[in-house]
C-alpha cells in the first residue's frame, strides 16, 4: 500500500488532483448583492430588530418535512458562508470590504494628528492585538535566522541516530523495508526548512486571534481578505518555467552570452547573471528566478565553489531579480501593486527606474567578477577535469540534447504566456496548467519529470507572509507617512528586508495624496531591498527552495553581507538621478 500511494503522488496524476483542487479551491464566490452599508460595524450586542428571527417550525416533522428543512438549512448556511457581510465597507475602510473585525481599517484610528511614537502607542493602545500579532511576526523574521541552526542540528541528531543503529546491529529484514529515522531530528529538520517558517507560525498567529477576536474572524481573514493568487501564481510558473522545452530555450538563449567565453563557467556566470534578471521584465520575476537558479545549480554550483563566491552569487542573484523586473509594470509583484492604481506603464518604468537598474546590475556583477577572478579560473580547471558540463556525455537523461520540435516550445510558450496574461485570475491560470499537465502527459518523450514539492513549499512560504503580514498596517503605515524622500527610499528598502516589497508599496498605495516623489521613493526602495534577505521578494524563496541544497542551509547574515554592496550600487543610482 505505501508503495502504491508513494508512486501515486510521484506521478502527474497527483499533480493533475492537486491542480484540480486548488483551482475549485479558488473559484470566485459570487458577490452578494448590494445591500445598505451600515453606519459602524455591528457589535455583538446588536438590537434584536438587526438580527435574523428564528423560523416557526412545529414540534414534530414527518421524516420527509424533516428531510426538506435540514436541506434547506444547509442551503442557507451555505448562502451565509459565500455570502457574507463585510464587517467594514469600502466607504468605512477608504480601500475594499473588510470581511473581518481585525486588522481595524487604518482609518478608523483617528490619529492623523499624532506624531510617530505617539501614535504607534495610541494603536497599540487602542488595539493590543496589534502588538501581539507583530511580535509573532517577528519571531517568524528571527527563525528565518535560526532556520540554518536548526538545520546542523538536525543533521547532528540524524548522525548520532545512524550511529546507534550501527552499535545495535540493525538490518533490513525485507527490501521494502525503511530504515528508522530519528523523530527528534525530523522535527528539526522541519524547523530549519525556510520554506515552512512562517506556516509554522500561523499557529501561535490563530490562537491570538480566537483570544481577541474569534475564531470566525479569522476564517474571515483568511477567505475574504487575504489574497493567495500571487503564491498560487508564483507555484504555477515555476513549474511551467522549470518544464524541459522551457528550460531548454532558456538555456539556448543564455548559451548565446556564455559562448563569447566558450562556455566556461565565469561565461555561464556572467551571462546567467546579467541577462536573466532582464528575461523577467517579460516572463515575470518568478519564472525569471526559476530558470536563473536551475542553470546556475548546472552551470555554477555543481562544480563547487568556494563558500563566499556561491553567497556572493546567490546574493547578486536576489538583487538582480529585484530590480530587473522593473522594465515593464507587469513582471515585478512590488510595481504590479501600484502601477494600475497609480497610472504607470512601461515607458514611465524604463523611464524611471529600468536604465538604472540596468547600469547597476552591469557594474555589480563586473565588480564581483574581478573579485573572484581568480576563482572562476580554478572552476574552469574542475570544469576541464570532471568534463561534467560536456553536451557529448549528458550526466544523466535529464541533460539528454536531442532535439524538441518547434511545435513544443510553441506551445509551451503559449502556457506560459497564458499563466503571466492571466497572473490575476487564478482560476483560469490554473485551469490552463491543468491543460499544460495534460500536454506534458501527451509528449513524454520530449519532457522530463517535474516535482511539485519545491514550488508547493515555495507557495507555502508566500501564503504565510501574506497572512502574517496583512495585518503589519498599523506600524507600516505611518511609518511611510512620517518620512521624507530620502528617508522614504531607506525606510522602503529597510523594511523590504523584513516584509515582502509588494506588502511595503501595496500599503503605500492605500495612503492617499501621496507625492510623485514619494511614489518613486517606496517603489524605488522596495525594489532595492529586494535582495537583503530570502523574504524581501516573493521570487527568493523560488531561488533559495532549488539552490538551498548546495549550501546545507543558507545563513542569512552571509546572504545579507553579500547583498549589501550591489545594494548600495542600486540605491546610489535610483538616488542620484532621482524621479
Known amino acids: 500500500m505505501q508503495t502504491i500511494i508513494r508512486d501515486f503522488i510521484q506521478s502527474r496524476r497527483f499533480i493533475f488532483c492537486a491542480a484540480l483542487f486548488l483551482m475549485l479551491g479558488h473559484l470566485p464566490a459570487q458577490e452578494p448583492a448590494a445591500t445598505p452599508a451600515p453606519a459602524a460595524p455591528q457589535s455583538a450586542a446588536a438590537p434584536a430588530e438587526n438580527r435574523e428571527q428564528p423560523v416557526a417550525t412545529p414540534t414534530t416533522l414527518s421524516s420527509d418535512a424533516a428531510g426538506q428543512a435540514s436541506a434547506e438549512d444547509t442551503k442557507t448556511a451555505n448562502i451565509h458562508i459565500h455570502h457574507a457581510k463585510p464587517k467594514y465597507t469600502h466607504e468605512q475602510t477608504g480601500t475594499g470590504d473588510q470581511y473581518s473585525a481585525f486588522p481595524r481599517p487604518l482609518n478608523q484610528y483617528h490619529d492623523s494628528n499624532l506624531p510617530l511614537i505617539e501614535k504607534l502607542v495610541n494603536r497599540v493602545r487602542m488595539e493590543p492585538f496589534n502588538l501581539a500579532v507583530t511580535l509573532i511576526f517577528f519571531g517568524a523574521v528571527l527563525h528565518t535566522f535560526l532556520a540554518g541552526k536548526f538545520q546542523r ?26 530504515i528508522p529515522v530519528s523523530f527528534k531530528s525530523s522535527i528539526f529538520h522541519f524547523l530549519g526548512e525556510i520554506e515552512v517558517v512562517f506556516g509554522i507560525w500561523i499557529i501561535p498567529f490563530a490562537f491570538v486571534c480566537h483570544e481577541f477576536y474569534s475564531f ?14 500571487e503564491p498560487l501564481f508564483v ?62 545549480a548546472k552551470k555554477f554550483y555543481q562544480l563547487k565553489p568556494s563558500k563566499p563566491l556561491m553567497y556572493a552569487t546567490l546574493a547578486l542573484l536576489f538583487v538582480n531579480i529585484s530590480i530587473g523586473g522593473t522594465l515593464s509594470s507587469f513582471a ?54 570532471n568534463s561534467a558540463f560536456d553536451d557529448a556525455t549528458p550526466t544523466s537523461w535529464e541533460d539528454r540534447q536531442d532535439v524538441i520540435p518547434i511545435w513544443v516550445y510553441i506551445i509551451s510558450l503559449f502556457f506560459l504566456a497564458w499563466t503571466v496574461y492571466f497572473a490575476h485570475s487564478p482560476a483560469i491560470f490554473i485551469g490552463g496548467f491543468m491543460f499544460f499537465i495534460g500536454f506534458t502527459i501527451a509528449t513524454p518523450q520530449y519532457q522530463n519529470e517535474f516535482s511539485i514539492k519545491v514550488p508547493m513549499l515555495v507557495a507555502f512560504f508566500l501564503a504565510g507572509l501574506v497572512i502574517l503580514g496583512g495585518t503589519q498596517g498599523w506600524w507600516l503605515e505611518p511609518l511611510l507617512q512620517s518620512l521624507g524622500d530620502s528617508a522614504t527610499m531607506a525606510g522602503a528598502t529597510i523594511l523590504t528586508a523584513f516584509n515582502d516589497n509588494a506588502a511595503v508599496t501595496y500599503l ?58 550591489p545594494t548600495a550600487i542600486v540605491y546610489i543610482f535610483f538616488t542620484a538621478f532621482g524621479h
Not at 252 to 280: D, E, H, Q, R
Not at 543 to 565: S, Y
Request: glycine share 8%; with cysteine.
Open 216 to 229: 470566525q474572524d479569522l476564517k474571515l481573514y483568511i477567505d475574504h481578505d487575504c489574497s493567495f493568487t
Open 332 to 385: 515585478a509583484p512590488p510595481i504590479v501593486m501600484v502601477a494600475e492604481k497609480w497610472g504607470w506603464g512601461m515607458a514611465h518604468m524604463i523611464q524611471h527606474f529600468g536604465w538604472k537598474s540596468l547600469c547597476a546590475i552591469l557594474i555589480s556583477n563586473i565588480v564581483y567578477f574581478f573579485i573572484f577572478r581568480k576563482e572562476f579560473k580554478r572552476l574552469h580547471q574542475v570544469q576541464r577535469e
Open 508 to 565: 503605500a498605495s492605500t495612503v492617499p495624496d501621496l507625492t510623485d516623489n514619494i511614489k518613486y521613493s517606496v517603489v524605488a526602495g522596495a525594489v532595492t531591498g529586494g535582495g537583503l534577505t530570502v523574504i524581501a521578494n516573493a521570487p527568493n524563496p523560488a531561488g533559495q527552495a532549488i539552490l538551498g541544497k548546495f549550501f546545507k542551509g543558507i545563513n542569512p547574515v552571509w546572504l545579507f553581507l553579500w547583498a549589501l554592496f
Open 153 to 178: 542540528y538536525s543533521h547532528e541528531l540524524a548522525r548520532r541516530h545512524k550511529a546507534k543503529l550501527a552499535a545495535s546491529g540493525f538490518r533490513l529484514e525485507h527490501p521494502e523495508q525503511r
Open 235 to 296: 507555484a504555477v510558473i515555476m513549474i511551467i518555467a522549470s518544464s524541459r522545452p522551457i528550460y531548454r530555450l532558456a538555456e539556448n538563449t543564455l548559451k548565446l552570452g556564455a559562448s563569447l567565453g566558450k562556455g566556461s563557467p565565469a561565461a555561464w556566470w556572467l551571462s546567467v547573471i546579467c541577462l536573466a534578471p532582464l528575461l523577467g521584465s517579460f516572463i515575470t520575476e518568478p519564472a525569471a528566478m526559476t530558470l536563473a537558479a536551475i542553470l546556475l
